[in-house]
């Protein structure tokens, strides 16, 4: 059973990797969930937190201030896609893939480069665990702590008179008009929000595998979205406590999934091929059942 | 002139034409002009396409006007958008879907309704305070909603949302209801009750409203004033006493009087 063995390797870091990707699944939740609204800008503002994050720490600046800083970038490029979405009335799909091929050349403008190499530099992962960054389940137990406070910061943000109107946006804009909400304010900062932990997400990201890339925002848009619909599949969706974990829950489930995967056999490269048939079968899984229900 | 005497709503020559230049023109609204006195509960009536909608629409803000003014309590707001006019001006849309969100709780939509034409902050959406409120704003409606304060609206039916809409929509007291056919995608018995609920609230508060409506019985019944609206023009304006003497049947008569003189004149 060699598979097993393979597995269990690769559990630890299968852990970790699902915990730094939980940020940004909950970057891509938000959009398509709280707000209504596909957006796809994640794929340009997780490159962007962790281009602003490594350029910060080779000039010497600490994590923590690095990460304050990817987290505000993050709101800029998020809040851009809403400002296009809502005065050029471009469809907020277009208008994210507009954004983030625009941050494509942004981010190599930040960085000077296409990547940036962060071995030589602290981390949070060096300064809060040891020197060599700590080992996978140490890394993923410091993440978990980090996105429990994320999280537990979402859940009370989304309860306040600000965060209950957002909500009431996502869900009907004419009424929220109607109960005197600037919709168009509240896409903005929803989106911002979104491009917030997206942007948290890369940063955290490129500290964790200690280098930054331009294109390491490629297929983390699906990601997020596996991680949010396989999360919501095992928690539920019916309060806004389980829709927050649901993102969570998803990203460390799919990276055993991945592990699994990857033990049994398959590339690396295929991973994103099974990916896409797995967002493709939940959503197309409602239309089937209901043919099914009418034939049946 | 609106300013000198006490009027709460002032509609001038206000018009409104879409698609302007093309073959698709429609001239909505043509020159609409009425006031309405404070606590006046006034029916709409009119034909299909006769400028109802769009003239409610003008009113809340969802369509700006070509021309015209619309002020309230001597405030002109025909340039505000939607959602500043909200501070004096609410609404119970004709679809009992339009007007909660569904994904959101009872107590959830009704604490949005109360911070209503205040600044939203970063509190607690809900506190203790505001569920009393609550529970005792949705208990006269008998359907037993005090009770479910954290149940999804999307499981109540659409009576009970529309309910709901109502009390969303008078929790903060507006400078003018609108009321838009609320009860014409009911069930007659979730009609009954929507409508009581209405004059009750309306009556208590001395609410000035507009309703739009397409049922006789109700335009006869309901409310001290009756505006006729066709082809984009108020043709009817009954004060109290002459609406107090119409009848459905009169007001059948009424309507086809007036068609029939505007296509003569024309």
């Given at each position: 059973m060699e598979f097993i063995s393979v597995y269990l390797n690769l559990f630890p870091v299968s852990l970790a990797q699902g915990a730094v990707y939980a940020f940004v699944a909950l970057g891509v939740m938000i959009p398509f969930r709280v707000l209504s609204l596909p957006d796809l800008t994640s794929e340009g503002t997780f490159p962007l937190g962790g281009a602003v994050l490594a350029t910060l720490l080779a000039a010497g600046y600490n994590p923590v201030l690095g990460l304050v800083v990817a987290i505000l970038a993050g709101v800029v490029a998020g809040g851009a896609t809403a400002i296009i979405h809502l005065l050029l009335k471009i469809p907020s799909l277009l208008a994210g893939i507009i954004v983030l091929t625009m941050l494509f050349s942004i981010n190599i403008r930040i960085m000077g480069k296409p990547n940036t190499a962060l071995f030589d530099f602290d981390t949070i992962f060096t300064q809060l665990l040891n020197a060599d960054g700590g080992?996978?389940?140490?890394?993923?137990?410091?993440?978990?702590?980090?996105?429990?406070?994320?999280?537990?910061?979402?859940?009370?943000?989304?309860?306040?008179?600000?965060?209950?109107?957002?909500?009431?946006?996502?869900?009907?804009?004419?009424?929220?008009?109607?109960?005197?909400?600037?919709?168009?304010?509240y896409i903005v900062g929803g989106l911002g929000l979104a491009g917030a932990l997206s942007a948290f997400g890369g940063a955290v990201m490129a500290q964790y595998q200690s280098y930054a890339d331009v294109t390491m925002g490629a297929g983390v848009l699906i990601i997020g979205l596996a991680a949010t619909i396989l999360g919501e599949a095992i928690v539920g969706n019916k309060n806004l406590a389980r829709q927050i974990a649901a993102p969570v829950v998803g990203a460390l489930i799919y990276f055993q999934v991945v592990a699994l995967a990857l033990a049994l056999g398959l590339r690396p490269s295929d991973l994103r091929l099974l990916t896409g048939i797995f967002v493709l079968c939940t959503l197309a899984a409602p239309l089937i059942a209901r043919r099914l229900a009418r034939s049946g | 002139m609106s300013n000198n005497h006490r009027t709460a709503v002032a509609v001038e020559g206000v018009q409104r034409t879409f698609h302007p230049g093309t073959v698709q023109e429609k001239r909505a609204l043509r020159?609409?002009?009425?006031?309405?006195?404070?606590?006046?509960?006034?029916?709409?009536?009119?034909?299909?396409?006769?400028?109802?909608?769009?003239?409610?629409?003008?009113?809340?803000?969802?369509?700006?006007?070509?021309?015209?003014?619309?002020?309230?309590?001597?405030?002109?707001?025909?340039?505000?958008?939607?959602?500043?006019?909200?501070?004096?001006?609410?609404?119970?849309?004709?679809?009992?879907?339009?007007?909660?969100?569904?994904?959101?709780?009872i107590e959830e939509n009704l604490s949005i309704a109360r911070r209503r034409g205040h600044r939203r902050n970063l509190r607690l959406s809900i506190r203790n305070d505001d569920r009393r409120v609550f529970r005792e704003r949705l208990a006269p409606l008998g359907l037993g909603l005090e009770n479910r304060?954290?149940?999804?609206?999307?499981?109540?039916?659409?009576?009970?949302?529309?309910?709901?809409?109502?009390?969303?929509?008078?929790?903060?007291?507006?400078?003018?209801?609108?009321?838009?056919?609320?009860?014409?995608?009911?069930?007659?018995?979730?009609?009954?009750?929507?409508?009581?609920?209405?004059?009750?609230?309306?009556?208590?508060?001395?609410?000035?409203?507009?309703?739009?409506?397409?049922?006789?019985?109700?335009?006869?019944?309901?409310?001290?004033?009756?505006?006729?609206?066709?082809?984009?023009?108020?043709?009817?304006?009954?004060?109290?006493?002459?609406?107090?003497?119409?009848?459905?049947?009169?007001?059948?008569?009424?309507?086809?009087?007036?068609?029939?003189?505007?296509?003569?004149?024309?």
């Amino acid at each position: 059973m060699e598979f097993i063995s393979v597995y269990l390797n690769l559990f630890p870091v299968s852990l970790a990797q699902g915990a730094v990707y939980a940020f940004v699944a909950l970057g891509v939740m938000i959009p398509f969930r709280v707000l209504s609204l596909p957006d796809l800008t994640s794929e340009g503002t997780f490159p962007l937190g962790g281009a602003v994050l490594a350029t910060l720490l080779a000039a010497g600046y600490n994590p923590v201030l690095g990460l304050v800083v990817a987290i505000l970038a993050g709101v800029v490029a998020g809040g851009a896609t809403a400002i296009i979405h809502l005065l050029l009335k471009i469809p907020s799909l277009l208008a994210g893939i507009i954004v983030l091929t625009m941050l494509f050349s942004i981010n190599i403008r930040i960085m000077g480069k296409p990547n940036t190499a962060l071995f030589d530099f602290d981390t949070i992962f060096t300064q809060l665990l040891n020197a060599d960054g700590g080992a996978p389940l140490s890394q993923f137990a410091l993440l978990m702590v980090i996105i429990l406070l994320v999280c537990g910061a979402l859940f009370w943000f989304l309860h306040t008179e600000i965060g209950v109107a957002l909500r009431s946006v996502g869900a009907n804009q004419m009424m929220s008009r109607a109960q005197g909400l600037a919709t168009g304010w509240y896409i903005v900062g929803g989106l911002g929000l979104a491009g917030a932990l997206s942007a948290f997400g890369g940063a955290v990201m490129a500290q964790y595998q200690s280098y930054a890339d331009v294109t390491m925002g490629a297929g983390v848009l699906i990601i997020g979205l596996a991680a949010t619909i396989l999360g919501e599949a095992i928690v539920g969706n019916k309060n806004l406590a389980r829709q927050i974990a649901a993102p969570v829950v998803g990203a460390l489930i799919y990276f055993q999934v991945v592990a699994l995967a990857l033990a049994l056999g398959l590339r690396p490269s295929d991973l994103r091929l099974l990916t896409g048939i797995f967002v493709l079968c939940t959503l197309a899984a409602p239309l089937i059942a209901r043919r099914l229900a009418r034939s049946g | 002139m609106s300013n000198n005497h006490r009027t709460a709503v002032a509609v001038e020559g206000v018009q409104r034409t879409f698609h302007p230049g093309t073959v698709q023109e429609k001239r909505a609204l043509r020159g609409i002009d009425f006031e309405l006195e404070p606590g006046d509960f006034a029916v709409v009536i009119g034909s299909n396409g006769a400028g109802k909608s769009t003239l409610l629409n003008a009113l809340a803000g969802e369509i700006s006007v070509d021309s015209g003014h619309i002020s309230v309590d001597g405030i002109q707001i025909q340039s505000w958008p939607t959602h500043r006019r909200a501070r004096l001006v609410s609404r119970v849309f004709q679809d009992p879907m339009m007007g909660t969100a569904a994904a959101l709780t009872i107590e959830e939509n009704l604490s949005i309704a109360r911070r209503r034409g205040h600044r939203r902050n970063l509190r607690l959406s809900i506190r203790n305070d505001d569920r009393r409120v609550f529970r005792e704003r949705l208990a006269p409606l008998g359907l037993g909603l005090e009770n479910r304060l954290t149940d999804r609206v999307d499981l109540l039916s659409g009576g009970q949302r529309q309910s709901l809409t109502l009390i969303m929509a008078t929790l903060n007291q507006p400078r003018l209801l609108l009321l838009d056919e609320h009860t014409a995608a009911l069930d007659p018995r979730a009609a009954e009750l929507v409508m009581n609920a209405t004059t009750q609230t309306v009556e208590e508060h001395h609410t000035t409203t507009l309703m739009v409506t397409h049922n006789m019985n109700h335009a006869i019944t309901f409310g001290n004033r009756l505006l006729m609206i066709h082809e984009g023009r108020v043709i009817f304006n009954a004060g109290a006493e002459e609406k107090s003497k119409l009848t459905a049947s009169g007001l059948v008569d009424r309507f086809h009087d007036a068609v029939s003189d505007r296509m003569v004149l024309n």
